[in-house]
């Protein structure tokens, strides 16, 4: 049995230790935000935050995971500063890559609250958008940059 803290709630997992995160997300919590891409760490996709810091879940062990802070798409909530940012600069066309990015974008956001383009690309650079909607997400990270609680002036 592994204890996994998702979203600020405590979940009980009869799994191997070495099945990926994501599988334990999507199969096991029926969290469905978080989305398979590759399975090897490349696209992005499957980006949840561990401790705060971005990591791709299918690379990541639920041991690993274990007794850490998980925070999927879901545990966002919603009206983050993030997500409206994305909704006004309409950055989604199929959508598949969405959580992933924006969970990536509040990683960064976090960590360096006034970005600049470069700082951008380089940290949304793991995450693949297969549409090309990287200008819009570049603007929306720029928006959200502004907004109270993510950079921006209260």
Not at 126 to 147: D, E, V
């Amino acid at each position: 049995m592994i204890s996994l803290n998702i979203n600020n709630k405590n979940y009980q997992v009869e799994v191997e230790a070495d099945v990926p995160l994501l599988w334990v997300i999507r199969e096991h919590v029926q969290l469905t935000g978080t989305k398979f891409g590759c399975g090897i760490g490349e696209c992005g996709a499957c980006t949840v935050q561990i401790d705060g810091e971005a990591m791709p879940s299918c690379q990541i062990t639920a041991k690993e995971a274990e007794g850490r802070k998980i925070t999927t798409i879901e545990g966002l909530g919603e009206g983050h500063p993030v997500q409206l940012a994305w909704i006004e600069e309409d950055v989604p066309q199929c959508g598949y890559c969405q959580s992933g990015q924006i969970l990536q974008a509040v990683s960064l956001l976090a960590a360096n609250p006034r970005p600049t383009d470069a700082d951008i690309d380089a940290a949304m650079n793991g995450n693949t958008c297969r549409c090309g909607t990287y200008p819009r997400i570049r603007r929306a990270i720029h928006r959200a940059a502004g907004k109270p609680g993510q950079g921006g002036k209260p």
